[in-house]
């Protein structure tokens, strides 16, 4: 079992930016593949990028590509979403979700599918 706590979002006006975290807890080993996904108002959930166990592999949906920057802190077990540039249409719920079976990463992880637990979601909202 693996909880994921999501924290961070906000109220921010378009060109700011905001860092989201996820805390996951209830597992020793941080050696999985994580993701961040949101969902705005009306639409289905959309990946936003992902990474692999020891971060240094990377995935972004073609939208935040150049503004959003994914990391994680294993001796923290937390995982980052740094948000630049923030436009109104990147409001959403954002929701962070951990594929416990695969350590590495491949193109599957775009696809919510791929992920056994999520977070509950945080709220970002960008004014323009």
């Known amino acids: 079992q693996v909880q994921l706590v999501e924290s961070g979002g906000g109220l921010v006006q378009a060109g700011g930016s905001l860092r989201l975290s996820c805390a996951a807890s209830?597992?020793?080993?941080?050696?999985?593949?994580m993701g961040w996904f949101r969902q705005a108002p009306g639409k289905g959930r959309e990946f936003v990028g992902a990474?692999?166990?020891?971060?240094?592999?990377?995935y972004y949906a073609d939208s935040v590509k150049g503004r959003f920057t994914i990391s994680r802190a294993n001796a923290q077990n937390t995982v980052y979403l740094q948000m630049n540039s923030l436009k109104p249409e990147d409001t959403a719920v954002y929701y962070c979700?951990?594929?416990?079976?695969?350590?590495?990463?491949?193109?599957?992880?775009?696809?919510?599918?791929?992920?056994?637990?999520w977070g509950r979601g945080t709220q970002v909202t960008v004014s323009s």
């Open positions: 209830g597992r020793t080993s941080s050696r999985y593949a």
């Open positions: 979700a951990a594929d416990i079976t695969k350590p590495g990463l491949g193109p599957w992880h775009r696809s919510e599918r791929e992920y056994e637990y």
């Open positions: 990474l692999n166990w020891d971060g240094l592999n990377t």
